[in-house]
């Protein structure tokens, strides 16, 4: 059983910054990538970016190249999001994700935090 806990999110003025945190337990041995999602009141869940758990290789949406970076420290299960000059397009609930060897969906998720960029 593997459960993800998501931190770090709050309430951040436009151009502001934070960094979200992933904490992973349980057998993590089987994953492939972590990655995060945002979902927006009234919208659909969408791909922010993700990282191999082997290689560090990452990718990201459109939408946050040049602002938004994701990282990783496997010896403490963590997957980081910072976040900077963010707009009040960002605000939305962040969600951690984990995909596993073999499967091209994630399946594991965190129960979310909630970031709101103030304009």
């Known amino acids: 059983q593997v459960q993800l806990v998501e931190s770090g999110g709050g309430l951040v003025q436009a151009e502001g910054s934070l960094r979200l945190s992933c904490a992973a337990s349980g057998r993590t041995f089987f994953f492939a990538a972590m990655g995060w999602f945002r979902q927006a009141p009234g919208k659909e869940r969408d791909f922010v970016a993700s990282?191999?758990?082997?290689?560090?290789?990452?990718n990201y949406a459109e939408s946050v190249k040049g602002r938004f970076t994701i990282s990783r420290d496997n010896a403490k299960n963590t997957v980081y999001l910072q976040m900077n000059s963010l707009k009040p397009e960002d605000t939305a609930v962040y969600y951690c994700?984990?995909?596993?060897?073999?499967?091209?969906?994630?399946?594991?998720w965190g129960q979310g935090t909630q970031v709101i960029v103030s304009s």
């Open positions: 990282i191999d758990q082997s290689g560090g290789r990452s």
């Open positions: 994700a984990a995909r596993y060897l073999g499967d091209t969906k994630y399946t594991s």
